[in-house]
């Protein structure tokens, strides 16, 4: 295994949806679970004891092959009706051998030490239009000389639809963070109706 190969969480979530995108992985079996994990899934993994814990590089979470074989791993397990609580006690202390088996990881997705592409094959699987990583966007136009400057804009999605617009984009931390202090914030605006939906959802995700 590719020790150097290490990810940022969404080039594991992209990778992830290339490692499943072939017919033996039925999908979902019930309406209640997830097809494919997104990065809010596959923190709330970590969090109850499915995915160990990244490793960080300076203030980002960096992910390994492991990560990856263990988030598919759990995916296929749930494919076959199999709950959370069984999925983790058969693949407590599970060797990277042993993740190997069950998740059946192409070789190509986890010797790949860059960003996935869409021209990437994989032997044997089929393309699923959810699989393939979204094309970049075009690089922005330069201003014409005289012109404001356009400012970028990053957004972070709270519980009962608020959308709080920051100058600068957040990490992964800095996300956490936030969650956590715009709890009192959420439930005053829930109170004074101005929220589409519950403030603060305790359903765990899939």
């Known amino acids: 295994m590719a020790e150097r190969a290490l ?5 594991l979530v992209r990778r992830v949806a290339v490692s499943l995108a072939d017919p ?28 160990d814990p990244p490793a960080k590089q300076g203030r980002t979470a960096v992910y390994s092959p492991r990560h990856l074989l263990q988030i598919v791993a759990v995916k296929r397990l749930q494919a076959r009706g199999l709950s959370l609580a069984e999925i983790q006690a058969e693949l407590a202390g599970a060797t990277d051998a042993t993740l190997r088996k069950v998740a ?3 070789d190509v997705v986890i010797a790949q030490s860059g960003p996935t592409s869409q021209e990437t094959p994989v032997p044997g699987r089929r393309n699923r239009f959810w699989a393939a ?7 922005a136009e330069p201003a014409a000389k ?10 972070v999605h709270l ?30 605006l829930a109170d004074r109706g101005l929220l589409s939906g519950p ?6 995700p899939s």
């Open 24 to 51: 033996a992985y039925p999908g979902a079996p019930n309406g209640r679970v997830r097809e494919l994990p997104d990065r809010r899934a596959v923190r709330w993994y970590t969090t109850a004891g499915l995915v």
């Open 104 to 106: 059946a990881v192409p």
């Open 159 to 188: 519980p009962g639809g608020a959308l709080l617009v920051l100058p600068a984009a957040p990490d992964e931390d800095d996300i956490d963070a936030i969650h956590t202090a715009a709890r009192p914030l959420l439930e005053l």
């Open 133 to 139: 990583p979204p094309a970049a966007e075009p690089a």
């Open 7 to 11: 990810w940022t969480l969404d080039e």
């Open 199 to 204: 403030p603060l959802d305790e359903r765990s």
């Open 146 to 155: 005289g012109a404001d400057p356009v400012t970028t804009l990053a957004a």
